[in-house]
């Protein structure tokens, strides 16, 4: 799977992210099939809480999975009779974490997530038929639906809470649903439904048509990380931050700590250090390529395992949660990498390259 070419960052982030919902028709370009999804749903453990299905309310994980007893270690297993029946009836299938299953979504979310510069998080849904999964609501965070197989109907209504936190959820908030969509789509295959975090949805599924997608969820550090960050660290600096609350008067009255808290919400050293330290926080997987370790091709292309633009800078190349040290000769041969233009490989350079491509600071691209 691959993002349109015609997706430009600048553009995304300057006009729609967190401003409207966008339909990207035909965005990525996409062949998956219900085998890809059948092969990884094969050997999938359920008792990883990730396999889950919806039928007007969450189905008991014992409905549908058995214990079994496997040549003497106890394992659960997924009834295929009970799946089938309730998918037949109109169930959801929900496949939470299937980016850490199947390769092609782990892929596509990389790209969306190298697009915009934030973490990702990808969920599967899958249905043949039936009403809407979950009635209207909002997420708390940003997704990217992207429709791998059949059709589904979209219905997008303006905000109530704009840009809401993980603990504003719209549950105990319907009632605020306008009456009127302003964008009402059907997606189909290889089309990508951008729809900020707040903006109420609902879906729905023509009657005995199938529909499989992925919400890609984008996880985006806010304001309030980055306010939390500076008081966890250099506000430490400052003895008016220090000083105990004073609770007599219920006042405020430190003009000192506001004063320096906003000099250090400015300092362009503190947000560049925030961001390394958020990609010193990521963690993403990827796909094996034992075949590979071996060698690089010399028509290898490989990409940052990082959604965070992180440039090799100063000795250091952070990517995935991993610091290394970086001399300037290497730091040449991953700018060649990255840009797809490898040509014959020195055996240091090469030994290099596979260096960080074990520790999954870069991934390979097809
Ligand atoms: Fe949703």
Known sequence: MTLSRDLKFEDFMTNVFERRPELLKGGCRSEYTWDDLNRCLFGWDPSDGRVRLFDKVMVPFEAYTELVDDLGTQRFRLLKEELYRRLDNGATLILNRLDLKCPQVAEIAAQISGLIGERTVSNGYACFGGGGAFGHHWDTHDVFAVQLIGRKRWKLYEPTVALPLPHQRSADRKHECPQVPIQ???????????????????????????????????????????????????????????????????????????????????????????????????????????????????????????????????????????????????????????????????????????????????????
Not at 328 to 345: F, Q, W
């Open 184 to 366: 009402d789509v059907v997606l189909e295959p290889g089309d990508i439904l951008y729809v900020p975090r707040g903006w109420w949805h609902s879906t729905e599924t023509a009657a005995k048509e199938e529909s499989f997608h992925i919400a890609v969820g984008v996880h985006t550090l806010k304001m309030r990380d980055y306010a939390t960050w500076l008081c966890e660290t250099v506000m430490g600096e400052h003895i008016s931050a220090r000083r105990s609350l004073k609770w007599e008067n219920n006042e405020f009255e430190d003009a000192d700590f506001v004063k320096a808290f906003e000099r250090e919400m400015f300092s362009a050293k503190n947000l560049a250090d925030f961001k390394q330290a958020a990609a010193e926080n990521v963690r993403q997987e990827t796909c094996f390529s034992i075949h590979r370790s071996q060698s690089i091709g010399r028509g290898a292309s490989l990409s940052i395992n990082s959604p965070y633009r992180q440039a090799a800078s100063g000795g250091l190349f952070v990517a995935n949660g991993t610091k290394v040290a970086i001399d300037p000769v290497s730091a040449r041969t991953l700018k060649r990498a990255l840009d797809g233009e490898l040509g014959n490989l020195e055996p240091r350079e090469e030994r290099f390259l596979k260096g960080l491509l074990a520790r999954d600071l870069v991934r390979l691209i097809n």
